[in-house]
């Protein structure tokens, strides 16, 4: 039977190593790490979002301020708020919470934030420094992953490490994280031919397709460790993972549970990412 890996807990951990180097920051150089939010319309799961990320920052200590827009906004007022607040010391991190109402360009407004305060690690320029191996603002998530998996001590140097799912939020990133901690990996996808035999290969499996119980249980090889980034609606309304946790359990060495495995540890990334920047920041 699998040991359950408790992202709450780490979740947890790691914000409180942030709240202590929050805290030295501000005793030793007078700094307050801020982030800021910018949120438009009044979509229900982003406003549920930012109130979760303003309490992990008021948890921490870091100053946080959400800059709230109507629907119908319009693209060039957000683009004159990202110029200012990237020109504002005050904030050392900028985060736009999607997804933007339509015909807004988001693409556009996330190009325009600087790259050094980029703290969710999305942009093309962090992409591109984690492709080449220089220092970056890594992507929450898949930064989340690989601290659970250091944590619970899972050995990823040498491991067959199968990715299932190849979006630019989670699989792609992940993939060039996984291979600079020297896994071998493979990315699978909706095209993959023999995706069983692939995934019964995986020492570490990370299944991130968002669709439910697409990895079934019996796929699992015996020992592997399973981490599952999937937030699915069942028929019930109970949130389910993409791997069929029951069968897999039995399986694996390692897994993660949904809800309560990948998902804490984003927002706590977010508070580590925006730390990190300030202090990048600090040194520049």
Excluded at 79 to 96: A, C, D, R, S, T
């Amino acid at each position: 039977m699998a040991q359950i890996i408790d992202g709450k807990n780490v979740a947890l951990q790691v914000k409180l190593e942030v709240k202590e180097q929050v805290a030295r920051l501000k005793a030793q150089r007078s700094v307050i790490p801020g982030l800021a939010v910018v949120l438009v319309g009044d979509d229900p799961a982003s406003a549920v979002y930012v109130r979760n990320k303003q309490k992990a920052c008021d948890d921490v200590g870091i100053h946080s301020r959400t800059f709230s827009f109507s629907a119908d906004v319009e693209q060039r007022e957000l683009e004159i708020l990202i110029q200012e607040l990237n020109k504002n010391p005050q904030y050392n991190g900028i985060l736009v919470q999607m997804p933007l109402p339509k015909p807004l360009d988001a693409r556009a407004l996330l190009n325009m934030i600087d790259p050094d305060k980029d703290v969710d690690g999305l942009l093309p320029v962090n992409i591109g420094r984690l492709a080449i191996g220089e220092d970056a603002l890594y992507p929450c998530t898949p930064l989340g992953i690989m601290v659970l998996l250091q944590r619970y001590s899972i050995p990823v140097s040498g491991a067959h490490a199968v990715i299932v799912g190849r979006s630019n939020l989670v699989g792609k990133p992940l993939s060039l994280m996984m291979l600079a901690a020297n896994a071998t990996v493979t990315v699978c996808h909706t095209r993959t031919r023999d995706l069983p035999d692939i995934v019964h290969q995986a020492d570490i499996l990370v299944a991130a397709a968002g669709r439910r119980g697409i990895i079934k249980g019996e796929w699992i090889k015996q020992g592997a460790a399973v981490i599952d980034v999937g937030t699915n609606r069942a028929e019930n309304g109970k949130l389910t993972g993409d791997v069929e946790f029951e069968q897999a359990e039995k399986r694996a060495s390692f897994i993660t549970p949904v809800p309560g495995g990948v998902g804490p540890m984003t927002i706590a990334m977010l508070m580590k990412n925006t730390l990190a920047a300030t202090e990048r920041q600090i040194r520049s």
